[in-house]
């Protein structure tokens, strides 16, 4: 269970890693967007490895650039999610990337959370 307490600058809440803290200030702490976007990145990327580790595809790096589309008419809700994964491998098939990104999709807590309310579309590639 999450506790928030309200400050001066937004909300805060502890988690076992340390104080989280929520502002629709950048200086102040995590907007509220921010932490949708890192939530949904972080959970793919956390997923992706443990699946490409599981096909044992070696690989020394994955990095993950999410961008998003919001529409100011409406509350300036998210509507859209690019995420593209760049896995630093010299022995990943384009084949066996795409099933494992098949298979982060489907796998991600995060994703399957807010798919039917965000598109979220991915791609992948390696460097």
Not at 83 to 88: A, E, G, K, Q, R
Not at 101 to 122: A, F, P, R, W, Y
């Amino acid at each position: 269970m999450f506790q928030f307490h309200m400050n001066e600058d937004g909300f805060q809440t502890s988690v076992n890693y340390g104080d989280l803290q929520v502002s629709s200030q950048d200086e102040n702490g995590y907007r509220p967007y921010e932490m949708m976007v890192s939530s949904v990145a972080g959970c793919s990327g956390l997923v992706l490895k443990r699946i490409l580790e599981k096909m044992r595809i070696p690989f020394s790096d994955i990095q993950v650039t999410a961008s998003m589309v919001r529409n100011p008419d409406i509350v300036n809700r998210i509507e859209k999610m690019d995420l593209t994964f760049t896995v630093i491998s010299t022995d990943a098939s384009d084949k066996k990337l795409e099933k494992a990104l098949e298979l982060t999709h489907k796998n991600c807590g995060m994703i399957q959370s807010v798919k039917d309310s965000i598109l979220i579309t991915e791609s992948i590639h390696t460097a």
